[in-house]
């Protein structure tokens, strides 16, 4: 039976706090300047929250990529590690400040950037290397941050996906995971995403899970790259500027991002587990990401990755799916197919091809909804009985 879930995918939630946060900035004249009290409450609520002395504020992340760019120092004639399964605006911020994409492969479970003959991939040419966490998973960041500080290369953290998502942690996340914000003495108790690298990047796009419509930041603990990224913005005034009325929508959300994660990891176990259950009793593979109690991810989105030989058979779960009304759609298309005018491939990039071609990805506005179990449950339908007929 066709199932109605277009109201558990509406996204951004209503927010009373959001709201009044909305009014305050209306009434004390803050949404007319050019600088007020809300642009500056975040710098400084991003700054505690990620434990960082540098904050930039702009005005998406894709910008927030670029200035991040310019700040490590990267220019015409430089290469830039990059992965070759990744958000395609990385690729053009690359050659934006005129530098050479170099594309290494991902690790086929955790859909980031893999540690396998990465140290190869560095030459006398490369300045920097980009590392997204994306859709859930967790790129082996400190062994990248290990390699590339032995060759003198920035590692620049994409964590557009994935704000307050937290690695080594020593306690079990799952069960503990603070309903509230983490202070300094809880982010003792694990590393930030966003943090392990020489500087990082959020976005606050409409779909993000801090949502302004548009925005972005950059943070960092290095000051000369935040004063390189000074300069580059400041033509007269900030020539990327987020506004007063963003920011005052992003405080309140900032305050319970810690909560809603929890929300999100739970749910999205729930359907891991599903898909592990469906693996098993059908001949439909999937791939998911791996949660283990020393890391609490943020999912964005939930990858599910159809083996087979068919390439139609993709498109087809998409289309049953879709028409339940269920938000999911394909994952990026990758860049191994680009002009090596315009990159250097690093290696065969296989796994990043092969999951360019099988990765479909659920949204992450879903996983606050009440009827998540009944998602699950369509979810696992299609995949047993529909994908039988096809």
């Given amino acids: ?66 200035i991040a760019l310019r700040a490590a120092g990267v220019s015409s004639g430089d290469e830039v590690l990059l992965a070759a399964y990744d958000f395609p605006g990385n690729f053009r911020c690359i050659e934006s400040v005129g530098a050479t994409p170099v594309l290494v492969d991902v690790d086929s479970n955790t859909w980031s950037m893999s540690t396998n003959d990465l140290e190869s991939a560095f030459t006398d040419k490369t300045k920097a290397c980009i590392v997204s966490h994306l859709h859930g998973g967790i790129a082996p960041i400190k062994r990248i941050v290990d390699i590339a500080h032995r060759t003198g290369a920035v590692v620049i953290e994409d964590i557009c996906q994935c704000p307050g998502a937290m690695v080594d942690c020593d306690t079990d996340w799952h069960d503990n995971l603070p309903a509230q914000p983490t202070t300094p003495e ?31 930041a950059v943070i960092t603990n290095n000051s000369t790259f935040h004063q390189r990224a000074t300069i580059f913005c400041d033509r007269g005034n900030d020539t990327f500027p987020l506004s007063e009325l963003q920011a005052a929508v992003l405080i309140p959300q900032l305050k319970k991002l810690d909560k809603k994660n929890r929300q999100r990891l739970d749910a999205s176990r729930a359907l891991l587990d599903t898909l592990s259950q469906v693996n098993a009793a059908n001949s439909i593979k999937s791939k998911s990401i791996k949660v283990d109690r020393h890391h609490a991810p943020a999912f964005y989105k939930i990858p599910i990755a159809i083996q087979s030989d068919d390439p139609s058979r993709k498109q087809t779960i998409i289309d049953l799916l879709q028409s339940q009304n269920i938000k999911i759609d394909h994952g990026f298309r990758g860049f191994t197919k680009r002009s090596k005018r315009r990159c250097r491939l690093h290696g065969d990039c296989q796994h990043a091809t092969t999951l360019a071609a099988q990765t479909m990805v659920l949204h992450h506005p879903c996983l606050l909804s009440d009827n998540f179990p009944e998602i699950v449950d369509t979810i696992a339908e299609v995949l047993t009985t529909s994908l039988d007929n096809i």
């Fill in 1 to 66: 039976m066709k199932r109605n879930f277009s109201n558990e995918f509406t996204w951004p939630i209503q927010d009373p706090e959001v709201k009044q946060a909305l009014d305050r900035a209306y009434n004390d004249g803050d949404w007319g300047r050019y600088a007020g009290s809300n642009c500056a409450n975040l710098q400084k609520e991003l700054g505690d929250y990620f434990s960082v002395e540098q904050v930039r504020l702009c005005s998406s992340g894709t910008i927030a990529v670029e």
């Fill in 186 to 216: 809880t982010v003792r108790q694990g590393k930030k995403l966003g943090t392990i690298g020489d500087i990082a990047t959020l976005s606050f796009g409409g779909s993000k899970l801090l949502t302004a419509g548009r925005g972005g």
